[in-house]
Structures are given as structure tokens and as C-alpha cells.
């Protein structure tokens, strides 16, 4: 895919993430990695006005190519920086999963799809104010051994080898937070055990389930 793609891809990924209902407005923001830094989508610019040549390059030392990049670049660029495997970021302030990240709590284990995170539960990190070090060194450490979290009174990070695997996993972690609400509704549900989600993460992994089209060919006959 060249640079013009790639640009247009993470327009495509925008829209679809308010044509979904998983954003509004500007907020939210998206990055996919490239060489050595990343793209992402610039400050302020309402998705349907993004053009190719408004997305901004950014180095992992800090070297911008283009405009003024999202004010969430710290964390794209501390995530895609520490986590090699990752090559695309999508982040949202979708309805449910933000109304548990304002009341700081983290999906647990009640439904096995938890799972598709990476662990047996999905994680919500300290408030810090947005667009600062403190958020990114946050959402960092609550995405330890995890593709997805939750940001304190703010939102949601989702992570993919590709920006369709990442924007599958932002709207999983949106169904799977509203349907805890919807469960906490007739009490606390009861969780699933830690051996369990380890059978859950097995099962992911064998059947290649929630994986790219390009992780299901690198498998090949592994599956």
C-alpha cells in the first residue's frame, strides 16, 4: 500500500467509525504505522473535510511532515514505539464504553469475548488530561499484554495489526461495554474463571478468530 492509500485508508477509517456511531464530532483519532513513524489524523479537522494531504507524518523521534498532528499523538506515537506488532491505533469516545471509563471501572470476565483484548479483562487507566505525557504513560501500562483499554473519564484505545482489526476491536470493546451495563442492570454478573479466558485465549488463537486477513496468511496451515 503507498503513502496515498495508507492516507486514505485511516479518511475511510474515520468515517466508519462515525458512520458505526463509536465517535462524534472531531474527537477520536487514528494513526497507522509507517517506516519509521507513523500516520495520523490532524488536529481539529471534521473526518468528512480530511483530504490525503491532511493526514500528518510523524517520526518516533518527534519529526513532523505535514500539519498540526491530533493532540493525542503522545500516546499513537509511545504505543507504536513500545509495541512492534502494532501497526494501527484507533481511539474513540463511543457511548458505553466511556460512561464505565467515568466511573473508572474496567470490563471484567463476564462474557468470554473480553478475550479478544487479550487477557481477562480490558483495563481502564488513571484520568490524566488529555494530550499530555501522563495520559500516554497511563494508557501504556493499562495496555500491558492487552490490544485494547480504557482511558479514565475519557474514552477508548483500540489496537490492530491493521486498521480493520482495530477498528473491529474498538466496536467489540463498545458491544461488549454495553452489555455489561446492560448486565450490571440486574446485579453484578457473575465473572468467568482465569482457566476459562485461558481456554478462550487458546481458542482465539488456533481458529485465528478477530484476526486480520493478513494474520490468517501468515498462519497459513498453522490453524
Not at 38 to 52: Q, V
Not at 66 to 93: M, Q, T
Not at 137 to 148: E, H, I, N, Q, W
Not at 185 to 194: I, S, T, V
Amino acid at each position: 500500500m503507498n503513502s496515498n492509500d495508507m492516507r486514505q485508508d485511516i479518511i475511510e477509517t474515520c468515517l466508519a467509525m462515525k458512520r458505526m456511531g463509536i465517535n462524534q464530532g472531531t474527537s477520536g483519532n487514528v494513526s497507522l504505522r509507517q517506516g519509521d513513524g507513523f500516520l495520523i489524523t490532524p488536529s481539529g479537522m471534521p473526518y468528512e473535510l480530511m483530504r490525503p494531504d491532511d493526514i500528518v507524518w510523524m517520526g518516533f523521534e518527534g519529526q513532523l511532515q505535514g500539519g498540526k498532528p491530533s493532540s493525542e499523538w503522545r500516546f499513537h506515537l509511545d504505543i507504536l514505539r513500545n509495541r512492534p506488532e502494532i501497526c494501527a491505533i484507533v481511539h474513540c469516545h463511543s457511548v458505553h464504553a466511556t460512561a464505565l471509563a467515568c466511573q473508572m471501572r474496567e470490563i471484567p470476565p463476564f462474557h468470554y469475548m473480553v478475550a479478544v483484548a487479550g487477557g481477562s479483562s480490558i483495563r481502564c487507566a488513571p484520568y490524566a488530561t488529555f494530550g499530555t505525557q501522563e495520559l500516554s504513560d497511563a494508557a501504556l501500562l493499562a495496555l500491558t499484554d492487552r490490544k485494547a483499554c480504557l482511558l479514565g473519564h475519557h474514552g477508548q484505545i483500540a489496537l490492530g495489526k491493521d486498521l480493520r482489526s482495530a477498528l473491529n476491536l474498538a466496536v467489540e470493546v463498545e458491544t461488549l461495554a454495553q452489555t455489561y451495563l446492560a448486565a450490571c442492570a440486574l446485579g453484578e454478573p457473575p465473572l468467568l474463571p482465569e482457566e476459562e479466558i485461558d481456554r478462550v485465549l487458546e481458542q482465539i488463537r488456533r481458529l485465528g478468530y478477530g484476526l486480520s486477513p493478513n494474520d490468517l496468511e501468515a498462519k497459513g496451515n498453522d490453524r
